[in-house]
């Protein structure tokens, strides 16, 4: 059976290698979604089927990525808890475990013949509760901890039992209903696949009612001879929700990150980010020593051609280009630049579109 839309290159030795797009809604998956076609490509039949192996290709999970939905109302009245709680949750966690879905099916039993056995019928199917929890490394000045702490006493403060806005805030009026809302936050977490591509994610899930339950210990500790880099663990209550609106949910929130798109082959290198040698080099080191104080001191100057000529300096550097997904350009007509102070300009071009760098 032809496909009208496919949204992938056919393999060139299993044409069938990846379901239809009228079987796999028979199956419950989205739209675009990439299924092998395991009814065509069995290896543990009769024997190794070589022909087959494209459908039979093994799944591979990379790390997902977490977005945040929502951060909790209480976090208005308290300056950069919001953005800090998005950036650490998206890019600063090392895990986040405790948030895949699972589902079982209870059963009710009813004795068959005399041998013992008994006979089951499916009763309920539910989805397990789940316990989220995030590692994060911690840094200079305890922001992630104390801004964990911050949140639980903005729930509820130990020392009054009840939550520390309403001391800070400017007036009832800032402060939200006390709803779920307001102290917890929702998170979307996507599965993608090897190629990263927003329509081919694997699946993805929501989770709500997400806040802080245990933070850890602050580590104040003396252990002579003992010094530590702090991990924090933060645990987390949560509902889950899964289905296909939370998958095409994920497919469109990937499709709008373009996360598929960055190429790091065009990082900017170096602390100062630039392709300009007298940007990326720092200027209080100019002349001080290394290779640009011997060139620059160097008795016999050497033309481009090699041959020894007292008293000048000859060479250019060539033009040079990368092709492909993105592309670079470095120019610079003049001969050494260290010397002559030539300043070259640099563009580099990748998915995301185009930065000129020029001085």
Known sequence: ????????????????????????????????????????????????RSTKLDGSTPAVFNPAAAIVLNTPQIFDNIPNASECLRALMETHAKSITGIDVNYTVETGETQVGHDGQVLKVPTKTTRAQISPSVTFEEY????????????????????????????????????????????????????????GLPDRIYDAVVVNNMFPTSIGEMGIQRVIGTTDVKERT??????????????????????????????????????AGSVEP?????????????????????????????????????????????????????KDGGSNWFTNNKKPSAIARGHAGEAEMTK
Request: hydrophobic content about 40%; glycine content about 10%.
């Open 140 to 195: 200079q000045g305890l922001p992630v901890w104390n801004l964990f702490r911050e949140w639980m006493f903005a729930m509820q403060h130990p020392d009054t039992n009840m939550s520390a806005v309403s001391a800070y805030a400017d007036k009832g009026s800032d402060i939200p209903g006390w709803c779920i809302s307001a102290f917890s936050m929702s998170m979307l977490f996507i599965q993608f696949d090897p190629t």
């Open 1 to 48: 059976m032809a496909t009208t839309n496919r949204n992938y290159k056919q393999s060139r030795f299993m044409t069938d290698a990846i379901m239809e797009s009228s079987q796999i809604a028979a199956l419950g998956f989205n739209e675009g979604s990439q299924v092998a076609n395991v009814a065509r490509s069995g290896q543990l039949g009769v024997g190794l």
């Open 234 to 271: 933060i645990e987390f209550t949560g509902l889950i929700q899964h289905n296909r609106n939370t998958k095409l949910l994920g497919q469109r929130v990937a499709a709008m990150l373009g996360i598929h798109r960055v190429n790091f082959d065009f990082a900017l290198p170096g602390m």
């Open 278 to 330: 007298d940007t990326a080099i720092s200027t209080s080191l100019r002349n001080l020593g290394g290779m640009e104080y011997e060139v620059g001191n160097y008795s016999g100057n050497a033309t481009s051609t090699g041959n020894s000529k007292a008293g000048s300096s000859e060479g250019t550097l060539k033009e040079f280009k990368y092709k492909g997904t993105g592309n670079a350009v470095v």
